[in-house]
């Protein structure tokens, strides 16, 4: 070798104690001098004590290797006999074997972490078979890592660690048919089963609401059944309100038991109907009594109940038919005095209360369209006689001439209605007639005149207007604007109106 070459040399890092190259290079130079032997082989053995010792129990330690069947030390210990050179192990491949053996203990510190996994999930209770079948590859690759063939280890704990993967995997199936099963038990009233196995899928599962609820109904579970006989046997004897009660209680320990829910719902309704007879019981004999009234609130508190709802309605239609027709008979009475008087929008009241007793009886209904439509007259009548001046305008005029003629119109109109209209013709002659008006101004103002039209600047102007209300607007120039109301005929028409802008704007001035 060149000195050159000797340069190039890289350090290597490997265990001189797992180094058979060393080993055989020891025992070449001992075989040369016999006398020593004896005092290598017994360092050697010391050496391999000394790792047994303390070496060994740290690896174990830090992986928590699951070895059930150890390596005899013996079969550790190091040959003492000769090596031969040309067998011993270069450095390259020393660090081969530790590559291959860091390999090993990281596929094995995953395998620890699939195994603690599964511990937590108590996996011996769903796959025992499974799991012991994958630490049993564990094992034999425990024996390969002691034996210092890594590369087999590593085959090993790769299989027994994919093993445990593929447990981990069958979690979803094991958790639907654990509580598959723990239904069962719970619906055998099998309390222990059940909590059993909802604890079981509680681990798999600690969020999972069905499991959750499943574990406290089974921790009530033997309360429950012992509840149930009590309650069937009340319910035989007729106790309902018992029962019911009884069943209540197993609710308040368990919520979900549907059975449970049945049993208040149907004691519930036999109950109901038992109150029921005995209320409509009670009605009947209001009814014979001639207490009508008190046996209709009877018959509805029957119905209000919710059951059997067409006796007690029937009962109610009758008890009601006897009353209503007293009633309408009353009521007919006032409807005729109202419309005597010519008080419709009394009229129309009391058809309507009618009506609210019977909807479909005919005299009510065309009663009611008629004085309806004679109380609107009324009301559009009053509306124009109390505002006469609005006849100014040509449309109100127009309306309000129509509103004459349809009162006109009716025959055998009351003494009410002709003096109404005698009263509306009076006030719609009367809007026709033009009354002279005069505006004063300061000929500086623009005078105009709402409804009529713009009449300038002027010191006076005359003109005649139809009664009724009128606004003169004046504008100017720097000074505020004016509006000056005023009414013609009715006795309100002013002799003079005026009309200026007097009131001068002040100016600000601005920057």
Not at 94 to 122: C, F, H, M, N, T
Not at 137 to 148: F, K, M, N, R, T
Not at 469 to 489: D, I, L, M, N, Q
Request: net charge negative.
């Amino acid at each position: 070798m060149s000195k050159n070459d000797a340069d190039n040399i890289e350090p290597v890092d490997f265990d001189l104690n797992e180094s058979t190259l060393f080993a055989s290079q020891t025992t070449t130079v001992i075989s040369n001098k016999p006398p020593l032997g004896i005092w290598i082989a017994l360092a050697a053995l010391f050496l391999v004590a000394l790792l047994v010792i303390f070496v060994l129990p740290s690896v174990v330690t830090e992986y928590e290797l699951p070895l059930e069947r150890r390596v005899d030390l013996t079969d550790l210990q190091p040959a003492v006999a000769p090596v031969n050179p040309a067998t011993a192990i270069s450095p390259f491949e020393e660090a081969q074997r530790s590559l291959q053996r860091k390999e090993a203990q990281d596929v094995l510190a995953a395998l620890l972490e699939r195994q603690g996994e599964l511990d937590a999930l108590e996996v011996e209770q769903w796959a025992q078979a499974d799991y012991e079948s994958a630490l049993e590859e564990a094992s034999i690759g425990d024996e390969y890592y002691l034996s210092q063939d890594f590369a087999l280890a590593t085959e090993s704990y790769t299989r027994g660690r994919d093993g445990l993967v593929d447990l981990l995997d069958t979690v979803s199936t094991v958790l639907t048919q654990t509580l598959i099963d723990a239904q069962r038990a719970l619906d055998e009233a099998d309390s222990t089963m059940a909590q059993d196995k909802f604890s079981l899928a509680l681990l798999f599962d600690p969020e999972n609401e069905v499991a959750q609820i499943g574990m406290e109904r089974s921790r009530a579970l033997d309360a429950v059944t012992a509840l149930f006989a009590s309650a069937d046997e009340l319910l035989e004897d007729g106790e309902l309100a018992a029962a019911r009660d009884a069943y209540q209680e197993i609710l308040n320990l368990d919520s979900y038991n549907d059975l449970a829910k049945q049993r208040v719902a149907d004691v519930g309704v036999q109950i109901a109907e038992n109150e029921f007879a005995s209320i409509m019981s009670s009605g009947y004999a209001l009814l014979s009594n001639g207490d009508a009234e008190q046996a209709i609130a009877t018959f509805q508190r029957a119905a209000n109940m919710g059951i059997n709802q067409e006796e007690a309605f029937a009962a109610i239609t009758q008890t009601e038919n006897e009353v209503a027709n007293v009633q309408i008979n009353a009521i007919r009475e006032l409807i005729g005095a109202a419309e005597s008087q010519e008080q419709w929008q009394a009229a129309v009241t009391e058809y309507d209360s009618v009506l609210s007793i019977d909807a479909n009886l005919l005299f009510a209904i065309n009663g009611r369209d008629y004085a309806g439509k004679r109380a609107q007259l009324d009301q559009l009548l009053v509306d124009a006689i109390n505002n006469p001046e609005r006849f100014a305008e040509d449309a109100v005029y127009q309306q309000t001439l129509d509103v004459y003629y349809t009162g006109r119109s009716i025959e055998e109109p009351g003494p009410k209605l002709v003096g109404q209209l005698d009263q509306l013709q009076a006030f719609l002659e009367s809007s026709q007639v033009l009354i002279d008006i005069r505006l004063e101004s300061d000929n500086l103002t623009d005078v105009t005149l709402l409804r009529v039209g713009n009449l300038g600047a002027f010191e006076q102007h005359a003109l005649s207007l139809k009664p009724g209300r009128y606004v003169a607007v004046g504008r100017r120039g720097g000074y505020r604007e004016v509006r000056e109301e005023f009414t013609v005929g009715f006795g309100l028409t002013p002799a003079s109106v005026v009309v200026r802008c007097e009131e001068r704007i002040a100016v600000t001035s601005r920057r």
